[in-house]
């Protein structure tokens, strides 16, 4: 009981993460203009392409306000000064505008559309994004939480 205390927020971010990692896959999986052959039009396709870049920008948003601040005071890769979370958010973000620039673009000219620039799009950030979603849940695991904290201070984190 008390180890699953200690990996509470582990196991709450992995499945967060986990639902990114589906959402890109099917991104990227259909990103060849194979959403057709799932019924999907391109405006289908691009809307799923916009509720991710929303959930992902909304989930690092709440991480950013109300987590990292109170891990980064103890734990400096998600400190403000040298936190690779941060770090990784960052280049994360840097994707997720040219996504939407892509998005944006193919809604209002949807006879543009390139699966080539739209897969580019994507696998330029695929790898720091599983890089970050996999470190952060490791990072979040209650043995190495147990180094920096109490399992009160743990239980008191809002999530």
Not at 36 to 48: A, F
């Amino acid at each position: 009981m008390e180890e699953r205390k200690w990996n509470k927020l582990s196991m709450i971010m992995k499945s967060f993460h986990d639902g990114f990692k589906a959402e890109f896959n099917t991104l990227y999986e259909l990103s060849d203009g194979s959403f057709n052959k799932r019924g999907w039009s391109l405006g289908i396709y691009l809307e799923s392409a916009k509720r991710f870049n929303y959930h992902l920008t909304m989930h690092h948003t709440i991480e950013e306000t109300y987590l990292f601040p109170i891990l980064g005071k103890r734990m400096k890769q998600f400190s403000e000064s040298e936190g690779l979370h941060l770090k990784s958010h960052k280049g994360i973000h840097d994707g997720l505008e040219r996504l939407e620039g892509l998005i944006q673009q193919y809604k209002s000219e949807p006879n543009t559309y390139d699966p080539t620039k739209m897969r580019a799009c994507l696998d330029s950030f695929r790898d720091v994004l599983y890089s970050h979603l996999d470190q952060e849940v490791e990072d979040l695991r209650g043995d190495n939480l147990k180094n920096f904290f109490t399992l009160q201070e743990v239980e008191d984190i809002p999530v």
